[in-house]
């Protein structure tokens, strides 16, 4: 097996295979080397066995994952795969398996658990782990609880508030179309993303992964083909109330058998707690008389099938196609390729039924509603600029769901493109809407806070004042709305399984909805007449504000929670409802808890493209890497894409090999360039006083200019040296000779020799340099300019034919002018 990893200075791998296969098991390898702990963690998610490593805190989790079978779920699909997919994913397997032999993430030690062995089947439970809780049916329990307590119509006070998978951005822009975007989910350390690059002799793809699952499934970039996914808010997923007797289930055409059996859960330290475990025609029952449909659970598929394909994607139809496979989660995607087509599609399945079950959980024996299948869903052709913000499209995704993000963010995306706004000022963007509560500020009578809170200009950095005192206010207005007697019965006990809390939880549901909850308070007059008084009450509670980034802090997740985690706090611009979705819940908590877990801007037009996330690629407390790029993440900045595997000229040489030259990337290679260049013996490549961050900053200078162009030799895969090139036109010597049509400059350095030098490996190496100079026709003469002390060098150029010329002084030195003629043969 032939694999190899690359990385850049940020830590990030990029990896390489012979085969697709081999890679695959690259990939496992480096997921369990960089993030054992993590992957485990969500291993034992999926197959509903956390508590036995963390205690009986994790208790609720177990029993939901395997009452929603999320392991059998995950072989089921897995045995419906074809057999290309299913090999390829057991090799990635394979690769986790060997990398989690080495494992030594310290968080096993400290919990007294150990890495243990994946199954085929394993990364498709991951992939669930992510998934089963981003749709929308805990929206649905969250309705029946108010619809319950308050009432059915009191269901309206929810309206528009953001639903958990809400604050992902993404849109294509630009005459040559570039696709940028930013996916929002709940913050974990280490990130729910892994900054990856995959190549073999097939395709080279950059893009994100989930750590525990094979390919980029969600925001990929393929050299001539870009993807990226944002939350299509579809309702994908039913509840049913079911009516369960003696081991039979009343469906609409009758009573049904069941399966039933039980399970013990493990727990660390203490006894071992039963779960029931219970199957009806319709799902799997996850929370007592409520049953889950999902497409994958009926379809016995997850949307594996499209991976492979994606990678080996070449055009925006290729990547359309590739998603035909897709199951769910429901997507929105947006597709650019480097011919200029841009797509958009609706990837994934969503159930034909009657609306009320998009709504609530709804009775499983009543006939209007039966489920009826699958739709198609939508997709076109981008023709400027199409901004996807979990926005609902009349036409378009509105009729796939309810629950969708107020049209903000969407609005306020297009206006910055449409002014020219470079993508970095889209991502970092920190206007809120705040037209429902000003609109209630200013039906208050006049007073100093009053008017200095309407003046404020409703942008939500983390140095502002201003905005800090925006927020004490409509935190002290937002706990006095929760607390109103009119929404006191959300505090009644729930009837719902304790592992869906976070969804059900009073004020947290009333905080992030408090623009809807004002917005449609006349459904609760008794609410709605106190608003203003509960308004001004808050203005009290304003008194000496600091700045919003005092408060609004990054709060990642971690697990176990009492993990090392950021070194200290790290403020943050944004909240909710900006572009910058970096979300608090008002009137619980500024902590930012939810955000952008990456940020990209894949371009097609050669020009490099940009990535970022939150913390780092290390899974390890204790690595670097670890949050080397929180810094960068906060600040709105971007890292360079690297594509090390990308060759330029490769040729099987007689006595010495493969030789390669691949573009010289300072992210990349810069400790291995600066080793050498400041070595005495490098003294004439002039850089031996230099720093390495200079000597970077010389080659970012350089693969800038479209003159000039800097390589790494290898051969046989071993670094051998640098060879650079430029026009003489456009460089301090053309203007010391007289340039002719078709000259072609060169440098050459070369490495320090490993081992006793090995004859004939100079003129060989320079015979392939020739021949990858003339192989563009233009070029007609090659010009070098060594420095007249470097008497090997001379000697070694003399051997190699050159025709010397005159001496001349460029940029400080004496140089000596060669000239080596395109042969007749050539």
């Known amino acids: 097996m032939s694999t190899d990893i690359r990385r850049d200075v940020n830590g990030i791998p990029y990896l390489w295979g012979d085969t697709a296969d081999e890679l695959a098991f690259a990939q496992g390898h480096n997921a369990a080397t960089d993030r054992a702990w993590q992957i485990e963690v969500e291993r034992w998610r999926s197959e509903g066995a956390l508590a036995a490593r963390l205690g009986a805190g994790e208790v609720a989790w177990d029993r939901f994952a395997r009452r929603a079978r999320l392991d059998d779920t995950a072989r089921r699909c897995y045995e419906r795969l074809d057999a290309d997919t299913r090999r390829w994913i057991a090799s990635y397997v394979d690769g986790v398996n060997a990398g989690l032999r080495e494992a030594d993430a310290p968080e096993f030690a400290a919990t007294g658990s150990a890495p243990g062995t994946w199954r085929p089947w394993t990364p498709l439970g991951v992939f669930l782990v992510q998934h089963i809780l981003f749709g929308t049916f805990t929206q649905k329990l969250w309705r029946a609880h108010v619809g319950t307590t308050l009432g059915t119509e009191a269901v309206a006070l929810f ?15 630009g005459e040559r179309p570039y696709l940028a975007g930013d996916p929002h989910r709940v913050l974990e350390l280490p990130g729910v993303y892994q900054q990856v690059g995959l190549a073999c002799p097939e395709f080279d793809v950059v893009g994100f992964a989930f750590p525990g699952v094979p390919g980029v499934p969600h925001f990929g970039h393929a050299g001539s083909v870009a993807w990226s996914i944002t939350n299509a808010m579809a309702d994908y997923q039913d509840l049913y109330v079911e009516e369960i007797v003696d081991g039979r289930a009343r469906g609409a055409s009758g009573w049904e058998p069941v399966t039933v059996h039980s399970e013990l859960i493990q727990v660390r330290d203490g006894d071992p707690v039963p779960v029931e475990i219970v199957q009806t025609a319709r799902g799997p029952v996850i929370d007592t008389g409520l049953s889950l449909r999902t497409p994958c659970r009926v379809e016995e598929r997850l949307g594996f099938e ?71 869903t939508p997709g076109g052709a981008v023709e400027h600029i199409r901004v996807n913000a979990n926005d609902a499209r009349p036409g378009d995704t509105a009729d796939l769901g309810v629950d969708f993000a107020a049209p903000h963010r969407a609005r306020r995306i297009r206006e910055l493109l449409d002014a020219g706004a470079e993508p970095t000022a889209v991502h970092t963007d920190t206007l809120l809407d705040t037209t429902v509560l000003s609109g209630l500020l200013r039906r208050l009578p006049a007073s100093p806070t009053r008017d200095r809170l309407l003046a404020w200009d409703g942008q939500l950095r983390a140095d502002s004042v201003e905005a800090g005192a925006y927020a004490l206010w409509r935190n002290a207005f937002a706990r006095r709305v929760a607390s109103h007697s009119a929404l006191v019965p959300l505090r009644a006990a729930k009837s719902f399984d304790r592992v869906f809390d976070p969804w059900l939880h009073p004020g947290v549901r009333v905080g992030l909805a408090l623009d809807g909850v004002v917005a449609n308070a006349h459904v609760l007059p008794a609410l709605a007449k106190d608003l203003e008084e509960l308004a001004a009450a808050a203005l009290d509670e304003v008194t000496e504000a600091g700045e919003w980034g005092a408060t609004h802090v990054l709060a990642p997740v971690r697990t176990p929670h009492d993990a090392p985690g950021l070194p200290h706090p790290v403020p943050v611009s944004g909240d909710e409802a900006c572009v910058l979705s970096t979300t608090s819940v008002p009137g619980v908590s500024d902590a930012c808890w939810r955000g952008p877990v990456a940020r990209y801007v894949w371009r097609l037009d050669g020009t490099p493209s940009e990535w970022v996330v939150p913390f780092g690629a290390s899974g390890r407390p204790d690595d670097p890497h670890f949050a080397d790029q929180t810094p960068l993440w906060t600040a709105g900045e971007l890292l360079p894409v690297v594509r090390p595997w990308t060759v330029t000229y490769e040729e099987r040489v007689a006595g010495l090999g493969t030789f390669r030259l691949e573009p010289l990337v300072s992210q990349l290679h810069l400790d291995l360039v600066y080793g050498w260049v400041t070595q005495p013996r490098a003294e004439f490549w002039g850089m031996t006083e230099h720093t390495r961050e200079y000597v970077g900053e010389i080659y970012d200078y350089i693969a800038d200019l479209p003159s000039h162009h800097a390589y790494l030799m290898r051969v046989d895969g071993r670094p051998v040296g640098i060879f650079q090139t430029y026009e003489p036109e456009h460089d301090p010597v053309g203007e010391v000779y007289p ?10 350095f070369l490495a320090p020799p490993e081992g006793a030098p090995v004859a004939g490996f100079t003129g060989a190496l320079t015979g392939a340099l020739h021949r990858f100079v003339f192989a563009v026709p233009s070029r007609r003469r090659i010009v070098i300019e060594p420095d007249v002390r470097n008497e090997r060098a001379l000697r070694r150029w003399r051997r190699s034919g050159y025709e010397f010329g005159e001496q001349v002084d460029v940029n400080g030195k004496r140089a000596q002018l060669a000239f080596f003629d395109r042969p007749d043969t050539a």
């Not at 508030?161 to 822009?173: D, I, K, L, Q, R």
């Not at 990837?347 to 609530?360: K, Y």
């Open 159 to 173: 309206h528009g508030e953001p639903p958990a998978g809400s604050g992902s951005n993404a849109w294509v822009a």
């Open 306 to 376: 499209a991976l492979l394909p994606l990678l080996r994607a070449r055009t925006a139809g290729d990547v359309l196609a590739a998603l035909e496979h897709w199951v769910e989660p429901v997507n929105s995607v947006l597709v650019v390729d480097s011919a200029g087509a841009a797509h958009w599609r609706v990837a994934g399945l969503v159930p034909e039924r009657d609306d009320a079950n998009r709504r609530t959980p709804v009775p499983a024996w009543a006939q209007r509603h039966a489920w009826r299948g699958y739709a198609p």
């Open 739 to 748: 340039v002719r049509d078709g000259d072609f400059g060169i440098h050459l």
